[in-house]
């Protein structure tokens, strides 16, 4: 049990093992070595609110495992006389008789094993109260302890009169709860067996007949604070029975025989007012969800008390009624005071809506310059969240929080002020404004979101040219607002991007090149300054035309992006060989050339390049724009984001460049091994997916984009459905996310035609996958991303990786990109290391996105990279990226990002009897970050 009491040297006072909770000798040895009241859960006067208004003075109150509180003497001194304590201690019950016969003489001690009651008669009392007991008898989640619990409050409803009441407080562990909750279950909704074993172990409880009235309160410790936050649940009896009374108080889950308990504190843990507006929780999940919310709130405003410089922690602050997203959420940094003499413990600002992005107001460093200039210890930054009303304005706002501050404040707060007196500040932009919200809605995995509009302007000639003036669309899930997971640049009436087309498709060899090299950052190829209109430039990019257009009117930047870590992922795609190869010779082919070219030799195969993750589409389309010659297959797990994507920031799909799949992208990435190497021929580097990995079993329609069934899944599970039937069924029309059926595509819904140009093997993956698990560290990738198992798999898709397969690899080592995103040092370095250990012998880069972002890309090729490709990436993508259909200032916003490569492992070239080229062993690939 997780009890309060802290960590006391010796003697011996908290228990070394669970078992010892439970043991007569352990509690005879603890109250000999302790002398004065120990008192678990808080002192008399902290319960005594709760006290009063579930006993009554007159009635006869049964007080078990009273252990040598104080809580029995101050209840009698209360006006509380007619009480009984007993305990299984004999020690403790000799003393406690000792020190209260003589001045509380109508009180009573009794030896007795709170399971087994019998020295009471049935309907003995009107009130069970317990402190702690119930929580000392379940020490650990197991079914002898579960037993001996339910033994204990199978006596406390025998021993209750008719109209008895049970009040229980306790530290109520999940397993603990659940116990109780079954406990107080009646009959009428409880399964048959259950039922018959209640009527005859019940006794006086009639079978299980009586109802019950179940309440819960918050009883923190408010004289001695605790980080634990113990609960009072209180259940009244009642006599009625369920012929009578059909729906219960309390009940098992669902329809109208439901549990029901009226909480009197909210999710934050703070009691609510005697004669407010209580909370009615249904089913034992809620109970248990909102006390487990509650007492970590409590545990965090404990952990606040205290200024700790470098703290950076996000709260949330819920307003009332239902509502899918907090009111508003609140970014605490803390600082050190550096020897100044004045300061404030603690302020609080007003973040202006629409600039919650900036750096002041999002990161520690722009929040620690905000709380060094406001000179307080403590800063707390107030978001105001996307769907709500804040029409009431500043003044309405700063009354709304100010009452729940303090929960956040730190004690040095009002010991200063001897009070909250914490100043609320707001900034010249008032409350600020929303952006134009262009759409909203809910999709089936990541929960409500907003698609918004917001102009921004170059406020000075020196602002960065990364990110040019106008309007920018972003996608915002409610439930993570602080992270905007799409944005893109809108263009502007009569506006293009700038673009170049790419040049004609050329049969040189690759060492001829195919265009111009430049010499700088920002130097396009030759012929370059002539831009075409916007509409031959979708063409060019295999856009069909439609590329970029949004529902509504307006097009996108596609050659825009946005995003520091995007911009890292394209610079290291350049480390891949995107040429176009003859069938399996991975032979050379033209450096340039569009997707929608065509290329008469047998067997010529355009390169592939495989993301994972759709998010709003802004990656997989540049990737179109800055690699013309590659075909783009884009795995995304929820079926309507496809949908988000086409409608509001114009992704297109065409059979010559870009396809959506939507599936689980582990599955996916399987299913796609199993589907290259064989069944039951995996490469020895492929993954064999054990009883401990994520189980996954082969479809029907292999997912490795052939358009081809090529097996049949084994029996005793269901296959993954195909890519379009997951689009219909997540109610999306699925010409609204793949083009239209062509003559050739087979009854799967599966295009033959052009599918097996998506396959593998890739020339390069781009992980760009968020975690929905918001308490982890580490927000993107998902862990099952870098298990050992997933990641060798992706090597073996890659070109190089040993997965053979599809129609053959374009020569060079194919490239992983990972977008991880991890404040913690620790975790991103084990990020790292786990990729450096999927690829050992090969290559592995890291590219930080910015100083101010958290983002950071890791790069890792299977195998040393061919001459072509050799150098640093600086270099090697002013080469690669000659052919990207895009404007200079947007290829130079991609190069300037080559400088920030590192690298972490070098390759291990192939050992030959070569003395040369033994001599040279990863000498160029340790340059080649640099």
Known sequence: MSAAGGGAAAPKLLPRHHDEFRSKEYWDSFFQQRTDAFEWYGEYEDLRKLVHRTLRRTERILVIGCGNSNFSAELYDDGFEEIENVDFSDPVIAEMHRSHSGVRP???????DVTDMRGYEDGSFDAVVDKGTLDALMSEDTAEVRKSGEAMLREVKRVLKPTGRYMCVTLWQDFIGSAFLSSFAPAAVLPAAGAAAAAATSGGDGGGMSSWKLDLHSAAATSKPSPYLPVCMVAAKSSVTHEREPIAEAGGEGGGGAMRVTAWCDRAGRPLDVGGEASVLVGETEVLLHVREAQE???RRFDLREIKPGRFQQEDLWGEGEHDSPRFTLLVVDVSSDGRASTVPCAVVLI???????????????????AESANARRLIAVRLNRGHDFSHGVEGVKAEISPSI?????????????????????VADGLGAEGRVVAEGRL??????????????????DEDESRPAGVYRRLIFLKNEGVVQTEVRMLGEGEDDGARPPPAFSRKSSKSGGGKKGKGKGKGAKGGKKTPPPAAVAAAAGGGGGEGVV???????SSHLCFEYHRCMIAGAAFADFRITTGTSGGGGGGGGGGQQKDNRAGARAPTALVIGLGGGALPMALRRMYPTVKVATVELDPEMAGVAKDHFGLRESPDGLKVIVEDGVAFVNAAVVSATGEDGLPANAARLDSTSQPFTKPTSTPDLSGTPAGSAPAAADPPKPAAACCADGGLATEAVLPPRPPD????????????????PYSAIFLDVDSKDT?????????????PAFLTNLKTLLDGGGGGGGQGGTGGPGILAINVAARSKELFGGAVDAVCAAFAGGEVHKLRAGADDVNSVVLALPRPRGRARSGPLLAVAEQALTSATVSRKALASILEMCDRAEMVQAAQPPKTKSKTTAGGKGGKSKRSGR
């Open 745 to 760: 595509a087979n009854d799967s819904g599966h295009q033959t035609g052009w599918g097996e140009a998506f396959g593998p």
């Open 352 to 370: 202006p809506r629409g600039r919650d992005r900036d750096f002041t107001f999002s990161s520690r460093e722009g929040l620690h310059q905000v």
């Open 444 to 461: 089936e995995c990541s929960g409500n979101y907003v698609v918004e509009e917001e102009e921004e302007e170059d406020e000075d000639e």
């Open 775 to 787: 308490s982890v560290g580490m927000s993107c990738p998902p862990a099952a991303f870098l298990e």
């Open 406 to 426: 303090s929960d956040f404040a730190p004690e040095a707060s009002a010991a200063a002020t001897g009070g909250p007196g914490i100043p609320i500040m707001a």
């Open 551 to 557: 529902e509504g009117g307006g097009r996108v930047d």
């Open 297 to 299: 709130m409590h545990r």
């Open 106 to 112: 109508k009180m009573t001690w009794t030896v007795m």
